[in-house]
């Protein structure tokens, strides 16, 4: 019998099914994409049936494709982005779209709670920050706004614990997604009664799934489930954690000398802690899985999909091309990057296309007729280690701050040796980069493999299924050019916010002729 494990991974722009080895391999991936809806300007949304179908799609087509006997599967782990919401009826449907974390419709309640001093009293039950993706507001939002979800709804449920129950009945959460969501305190890991209260949202506490460790089976799959994905039935299923937490995990951080990151949709940055992080306060913090320890995670949507986007939009001539060359964009896209490395370039991109520092917009600075298409996606590289750095810098300031030695880098930049040099220079510290491509997934099998019982614990399974391939010490010389651009970077972001802010959109750019 050859043991296997299967990590499910549904990000905010993949669902994605991985094999793994007990020792960490990744054997194999089946990848679906996610639609996003998009009803209303700010609303970020998700057909739930849809991506439960992907799902299942993903895990029939992987066991096929690599001829994996359904009996070698030891145990199945769904992770999720964090935040967002799935409301089910006491049968498990949807009674509404998901919410992705993206979404963006609570910011004006969340604003007239700062006003109010209610979003300081919720940050100091949750021990963390209140953003518009994260949970928390977002039931706000439909106990104000649509209230007739809210009565439908039986449960509210995480991405990840929406799959779980869809494999096998099971309704709970584990301390990672209830931190991240903004439903528990962080220090007794169970849901915080006195945020809800605060909040008047007492009414939503009894559509809380109870939070439960990440690393417990609860269930197995039935043969209604069997039937649509391949899977024996029988096999375990176990709870897991959300995709940064997972991150984390498959990038072997493990003390406070390691900071993970993560650049995706997301600018993701996590440290860990022995207690929660107060000063700073984090945008999610979480139990972590190891040795008793807390995750302090900043969370920003400014990272690797604005060069998806330019790619999408700006090259999308190149893409076809690179296609027709059995080529990625991607591929292309280093290769200009690599030969422009040495040129002056004082563009500035600000990578602020899904948000911005308040409120400023996404955009290039300083084009000039003699720029060639180079220097611009290389303006991109830089501008998304920008946002990384500022991020950072919030995280790694305050007496709680913890002081990292080492970034363990996760995402797309990874498979960019020019980009992930360009974060070792950027960001002062050396970018370690552990084996394996689907990290999310990874975390899952990580917590699979400790439910049952191949490893003892969680630092014993990262230990054997984690392993560092590359290491990148920053160029002294390049990291020089990025500091002083950096700070022309920052002072152009308060400019700008400042000139959006005076007016938005058409209002603001006649303000500004």
């Not at 960490?24 to 991936?29: Q, T, V």
Request: hydrophobic share 40%; with cysteine.
């Amino acid at each position: 019998m050859r043991e296997r494990l299967i990590g499910i991974d549904a990000g905010g722009t993949m669902t994605k099914v991985v094999l793994f080895d007990v020792k960490g391999n990744e054997l194999a991936c089946e990848r679906r994409p996610n639609i996003m809806l998009l009803p209303q300007e700010g609303w970020t949304e998700r057909d739930a049936d849809v991506m439960w179908r992907a799902t299942c799609e993903c895990l029939r087509v992987l066991l096929e494709k690599t001829g994996t006997n359904p009996a070698d599967i030891i145990a199945v782990t769904p992770s999720g982005y964090g935040g967002g919401a799935y409301f089910v009826d006491a049968e498990g449907n949807a009674v509404a779209n998901g919410l992705v974390s993206t979404d963006t419709r609570s910011i004006p309640l969340i604003e007239r709670w700062k006003r109010s001093g209610l979003a300081a009293e919720v940050s100091r039950h949750i021990e963390q920050q209140v953003w518009p993706g994260q949970t928390f507001p977002i039931m706000a939002w439909f106990q104000e706004n649509a209230p007739e979800v809210m009565r439908r709804a039986r449960y509210m449920l995480p991405c990840k614990d929406f799959l779980r129950m869809r494999l096998c009945g099971d309704i709970s959460t584990d301390p990672t997604d209830g931190g991240c969501a903004g439903i528990i305190n962080v220090t007794k890991s169970d849901i915080s009664r006195e945020a809800f209260e605060a909040a008047g949202m007492q009414g939503w506490l009894e559509k809380l799934p109870p939070v439960r460790p990440s690393v417990e089976v609860v269930g197995h799959i039935p043969a209604s489930v069997a039937a649509l994905t391949g899977l024996r039935e029988g096999t375990p299923v176990v709870r897991g954690v959300y995709d940064v937490v997972g991150c984390a995990l498959a990038s072997g951080a493990v003390s406070p000398r390691q900071l993970a990151a993560v650049a995706g949709t997301f600018s993701i940055h996590s440290t860990v802690h022995r207690k929660p992080s107060l000063n700073p306060l984090p945008t999610i913090q979480t139990p972590y899985p190891v040795d008793g320890q807390v995750l302090a995670t900043t969370a920003t949507p400014t990272s690797a999909s604005n060069l998806e986007w330019l790619c999408k939009t700006m090259l999308s001539a190149e893409a076809q091309r690179a296609v027709l060359e059995g080529r990625s964009i991607y591929d292309v896209c280093n290769e200009l990057v690599a030969g422009a490395i040495d040129r002056t370039n004082g563009i500035l991109f600000f990578p602020f296309l899904y948000d911005g520092p308040r409120g400023a917009p996404g955009g290039f600075l300083g084009l000039r007729a003699g720029v060639q298409l180079p220097d611009i996606v290389r303006a991109v590289y830089e501008g998304v280690v920008f946002a990384h750095r500022y991020d950072m810098t919030y995280l790694l300031t305050g007496p709680d701050a913890a002081n990292p030695e080492v970034i363990r880098l996760a995402g797309g930049p990874t498979r960019s040796r020019v980009w992930a040099q360009m974060f070792a220079d950027g960001l002062g510290l050396p970018v370690e980069i552990a084996n394996g491509s689907e990290f999310g997934a990874k975390g899952g099998a990580i917590c699979a493999a400790v439910a049952t019982g191949v490893y003892p614990d969680v630092a014993t399974a990262i230990s054997n299924m984690v392993h560092v391939e590359q290491r990148l010490e920053p160029d002294g010389a390049r990291a020089a050019v990025l500091s002083q651009k950096y700070k022309t970077y920052l002072t152009a972001i308060d400019m700008v916010a400042d000139l959006w802010s005076a007016g938005s959109g058409d209002q603001a750019l006649a303000c500004a002729s």
